[in-house]
């Protein structure tokens, strides 16, 4: 392992002046802050399996020519609201990238299908970002599982557009449209799935179902075949490189970050008294909101909050509100649950450090933004022990991270940290100051380690990790 002295970074050139060790075309693919600390009790050391974690004082060199970048998304937009249709933590991670890449110099296309008659053809999300809508399928919401049908017209209409220094895909549909036009223009490819796909007979904590017939073979080919793989946690990695035989030399971990300025705490810190507790999420059994429904429901009365449950049903899952109002309804709590339906990042913000606790019960999360967003707010995080969210959480740190799915296991957790306003504080001051380590500029300046070492002076395709 190679180690410097931290500095802080927003763009390469400004960084370039700390780098100590080895030249440009050995730099490692795996760039995390040193002082990010996952847990990984359960997992022993990534590093064994993983090329080597450097801290982010290790940067790529200056003066190189600025890139076109084309960031894939074909299901979802990122132009979307988080928690509206399939608009998730996915969304969010690539718009925020994208901005802190366009920062840094870069120009930056994120290319999706239009979903509606009524887009524009292309929007300016901010200086150096264009979004661009391709004609792909009916111009409406479809089903998620129903877009492989889309891939190739999707990868026709992306064809027409660049040219592009490298194509960067997130999720399996983007990189099946994509995958082939990066090796018919001769530009590396670089794979983000943000979920993996497990066998419909396994329990939901192993992943996402398949959803469209070709996903689970398509992942396989796609971690094998793409130039790099960024995964956005040390969980995940460890899928692509188990699950799916991706090569660990070319697995690279980069963390998302948060935007500290709107994710913040109140001031004053909110009315003591019940309060709320909130999940936000899309509404869909993965995301375990019927568990945070029945934890609160077993929560003594006394200290009991209202749950407030943000987020928006996607096509695939008609009638699980409904059902999930049932299930309040059932227990006797039918009058303590709010749905708010999708927010504006505003608006999330404002609701999140209005919270007394924020509930993740995901079966699976390959991060878990909202629970590092929870804790840059500085309130207490409650989360399931599924995949990424084991690093998002520091259990016992910044929050709270359990293994039982049993409703009274949680409802005891919550009742804690409610009943003791001391751990609340403690967890909530930890929970901001871990958030701070991670923000947008370091986790753009993550890819870009991975890009320079595809493209450029000294790239290497075939051999991207240092031993």
Same mark, same amino acid.
């Not at 995964?231 to 995940?236: M, P, V, Y």
């Not at 740190?397 to 009742?415: F, M, N």
């Given at each position: 392992m190679i180690t410097t002295t931290t500095?802080?970074?927003?763009?390469?050139? +400004?960084?370039?002046?700390?780098? !100590?060790?080895?030249?440009? /075309?050995?730099?490692? $693919?795996?760039?995390?802050?040193?002082?990010?600390?996952?847990?990984?009790?359960?997992?022993?050391?990534?590093s064994q399996r993983t090329p080597n974690l450097l801290g982010y004082d290790l940067l790529v060199p200056h003066l190189l020519p600025p890139l076109h970048i084309a960031l894939v998304c074909l299901h979802t937009s990122p132009g979307a609201e988080p928690?509206?249709? +399939?608009?998730?933590?996915?969304? !969010?991670?690539?718009?925020? /990238?994208?901005?802190? $890449?366009?920062?840094?110099?870069?120009?930056v296309d994120i290319l999706t299908r239009r979903s509606s008659f009524e887009l524009a053809g292309t929007v300016q999300l901010t200086p150096g970002v264009t979004?661009?809508?391709?004609?792909?399928?009916?111009?409406?919401p479809v089903a998620k599982g129903d877009h492989e049908a889309f891939i190739e017209e999707f990868r026709l209409r992306m064809s027409t557009m660049g040219p592009y220094d490298i194509y960067h895909s997130h999720h399996w549909f983007s990189g099946m449209a994509a995958l082939p036009l990066a090796r018919l223009c001769g530009v590396p490819h670089v794979q983000s799935f943000h979920s993996i796909a497990a066998d419909a007979s396994t329990p939901l904590s192993a992943g996402e179902r398949p959803e469209s017939p070709g996903r689970m073979a398509g992942e396989v080919w796609l971690a094998h075949e793409s130039d790099a793989i960024v995964a956005i946690s040390a969980a995940e990695a460890e899928t692509v490189v188990q699950s799916l035989g991706g090569s660990p030399d070319r697995v690279a971990i980069v963390p998302p970050g948060v935007d500290g300025g709107l994710f913040r705490p109140t001031t004053p810190e909110p009315d003591a008294g019940r309060g709320y507790a909130i999940v936000a999420a899309r509404l869909q059994p993965l995301k375990g909101l019927d568990l945070a429904i029945e934890a609160i429901a077993a929560v003594p009365e006394a200290v009991r909050p209202e749950l407030v449950i943000a987020g928006d049903t996607s096509a695939d899952f008609d009638g699980y509100v409904d059902e999930l109002g049932s299930l309040a309804a059932r227990h006797g709590i039918e009058t303590g649950v709010r749905f708010v339906g999708p927010q504006s990042r505003v608006a999330l913000a404002a609701l999140l450090r209005g919270a007394r606790v924020v509930l993740i019960p995901s079966h699976s999360e390959t991060f878990g933004l909202v629970a590092l967003e929870g804790a840059a707010s500085g309130v207490p995080v409650v989360a399931a022990a599924s995949g990424g969210l084991r690093e998002a959480v520091l259990h016992g740190d910044t929050g709270v991270v359990l293994e039982s799915r049993d409703p009274a296991v949680w409802a005891g957790a919550i009742t804690t940290v409610l009943s003791n306003p001391g751990l609340a504080k403690r967890l909530s001051d930890a929970g901001r100051k871990h958030a701070e380590v991670l923000d947008w500029p370091r986790?753009?300046?993550?890819?870009?380690?991975?890009?320079?070492?595809?493209?450029?002076?000294?790239?290497?395709?075939?051999?991207?990790?240092?031993?």
């Amino acid at each position: 392992m190679i180690t410097t002295t931290t500095t802080t970074t927003t763009t390469e050139t +400004d960084t370039a002046n700390a780098i !100590v060790g080895p030249t440009f /075309q050995n730099l490692p $693919l795996v760039p995390i802050p040193t002082d990010y600390r996952p847990d990984r009790t359960e997992r022993g050391n990534p590093s064994q399996r993983t090329p080597n974690l450097l801290g982010y004082d290790l940067l790529v060199p200056h003066l190189l020519p600025p890139l076109h970048i084309a960031l894939v998304c074909l299901h979802t937009s990122p132009g979307a609201e988080p928690g509206s249709g +399939d608009a998730g933590g996915m969304n !969010v991670v690539v718009r925020e /990238q994208a901005a802190a $890449l366009a920062a840094a110099g870069h120009t930056v296309d994120i290319l999706t299908r239009r979903s509606s008659f009524e887009l524009a053809g292309t929007v300016q999300l901010t200086p150096g970002v264009t979004l661009r809508f391709l004609d792909a399928g009916p111009a409406e919401p479809v089903a998620k599982g129903d877009h492989e049908a889309f891939i190739e017209e999707f990868r026709l209409r992306m064809s027409t557009m660049g040219p592009y220094d490298i194509y960067h895909s997130h999720h399996w549909f983007s990189g099946m449209a994509a995958l082939p036009l990066a090796r018919l223009c001769g530009v590396p490819h670089v794979q983000s799935f943000h979920s993996i796909a497990a066998d419909a007979s396994t329990p939901l904590s192993a992943g996402e179902r398949p959803e469209s017939p070709g996903r689970m073979a398509g992942e396989v080919w796609l971690a094998h075949e793409s130039d790099a793989i960024v995964a956005i946690s040390a969980a995940e990695a460890e899928t692509v490189v188990q699950s799916l035989g991706g090569s660990p030399d070319r697995v690279a971990i980069v963390p998302p970050g948060v935007d500290g300025g709107l994710f913040r705490p109140t001031t004053p810190e909110p009315d003591a008294g019940r309060g709320y507790a909130i999940v936000a999420a899309r509404l869909q059994p993965l995301k375990g909101l019927d568990l945070a429904i029945e934890a609160i429901a077993a929560v003594p009365e006394a200290v009991r909050p209202e749950l407030v449950i943000a987020g928006d049903t996607s096509a695939d899952f008609d009638g699980y509100v409904d059902e999930l109002g049932s299930l309040a309804a059932r227990h006797g709590i039918e009058t303590g649950v709010r749905f708010v339906g999708p927010q504006s990042r505003v608006a999330l913000a404002a609701l999140l450090r209005g919270a007394r606790v924020v509930l993740i019960p995901s079966h699976s999360e390959t991060f878990g933004l909202v629970a590092l967003e929870g804790a840059a707010s500085g309130v207490p995080v409650v989360a399931a022990a599924s995949g990424g969210l084991r690093e998002a959480v520091l259990h016992g740190d910044t929050g709270v991270v359990l293994e039982s799915r049993d409703p009274a296991v949680w409802a005891g957790a919550i009742t804690t940290v409610l009943s003791n306003p001391g751990l609340a504080k403690r967890l909530s001051d930890a929970g901001r100051k871990h958030a701070e380590v991670l923000d947008w500029p370091r986790s753009a300046a993550g890819l870009l380690l991975v890009y320079r070492a595809l493209v450029g002076p000294g790239a290497d395709r075939q051999h991207l990790a240092i031993a």
